[in-house]
């Protein structure tokens, strides 16, 4: 017989185990320790232990789901969280020993909690702003949606009545090749200073509770004639799956900004291009990605310059009631 409970505190280490036996989705952090659990999801800022549901089949966990709020506003002076815009985060099923029923069980139980909290709109896979936890560790650089490799949470999601409304491209580009080179970035430097600040403030205390205990570090471009600030982005370096007996490391690449009166400049091009150089001294594998499957030219930046799609995501809502 299924039962569904929240979290309590000693249940890390099992949940850490389900996570890296049972999560096939593709990226993900893979293998997931206890520590490492507790640090990123129930040890951060803003948890709540009631959201976090686990699914018990005797005496033994089968399963567990995530699900969280938005916040009023990412960027606005209050920390205060938005209780009518809920997501179920995540949801890992161990397939092989489990009833038939428990995802939707655990989907149910979700549901009802966001309810219970006010959620009047429901989606099943986060997307930024409604995304508090699980960057890094799911999906890349942030967590953006139900990966398509994770049959278990979108079988779920789809029975249970949740409809898809937007597609993320999660792309990976492997720093062991070749640099990528541009001779329009010759002029570019010229016109442009480029700056690099480690451990750099990010630019919402909404940012700053999802990466949690990671530290960001802040590329800019200096306009050296004007001493305008046309063009930004933030990486951080977070922890990927076992790969050839090693667990490869990657940096996530957040937040590229470039004003429109400097778009179609190549900036975008030189920040990727500064913030692969940086990745690469640091030891990092992998700098990782996402954009809208709608923006073409984000895509195709991305594509020109060596990243490979890895897999789409997809953020689904529950039409309205």
């Known amino acids: 017989m299924i039962c569904t409970r929240a979290y309590r ?8 185990e389900l996570w890296s036996r049972c999560l096939q989705a593709r990226p993900s952090t893979r293998p997931l320790t206890a520590h490492e659990f507790d640090a990123l999801v129930p040890g951060k800022l803003g948890f709540e232990r009631q959201g976090l549901i686990v699914a018990e089949q005797g005496e033994r966990l089968v399963g567990f789901t995530h699900a969280g709020f938005g916040p009023v506003d990412p960027n606005g002076p209050s920390h205060a969280r938005d209780y009518r815009l ?25 549901m009802s909690y966001l309810r219970e909290r006010g959620a009047v709109v ?17 999906g890349g650089s942030e967590l953006s949606g139900i990966v398509a490799s994770d049959r278990p949470f979108l079988d779920a999601a789809r029975a249970a009545g949740f409809e898809p409304v937007a597609e993320s491209v999660v792309l990976e580009a492997n720093l062991s090749g070749p640099e990528p080179r541009d001779p329009r970035m010759v002029l570019a ?21 999802a990466l949690g205990l990671f530290r960001p570090t802040r590329f800019w471009l200096v306009d050296r004639a004007s001493g305008a600030v046309p063009a930004q982005l933030w990486t951080w370096e977070s922890l990927t799956e076992l790969h050839a ?77």
């Open 9 to 16: 505190n000693g249940d890390s280490p099992a949940l850490a």
């Open 86 to 110: 809920g997501a179920v985060l995540v949801l890992v099923v161990d397939e092989a020993v489990a009833e038939p029923g428990v995802a939707d069980a655990l989907m149910s139980a979700a």
């Open 122 to 138: 429901v989606y099943a896979g986060g997307q930024y702003p409604i995304n508090p936890f699980y960057w890094g560790l799911y």
């Open 189 to 209: 430097r010229r016109q442009y200073r480029v700056e690099i600040e480690p451990d750099a403030a990010l630019p919402s205390w909404w940012d700053a509770l």
């Open 245 to 321: 007996g090693h667990r490869r490391l990657t940096t996530g690449l957040i937040r590229l900004e470039v004003e429109p009166a400097y778009r179609r400049k190549g900036l975008a091009r030189l920040l990727v291009s500064e913030a692969w150089k940086a990745a690469r001294s640091q030891l990092s594998d992998l700098l990782a990605v996402q954009t809208s499957a709608t923006n073409e030219p984000a895509l195709a930046l991305y594509r020109s310059m060596g990243f490979e799609e890895v897999t789409r995501a997809v953020v689904f809502r529950l039409p309205g009631r």
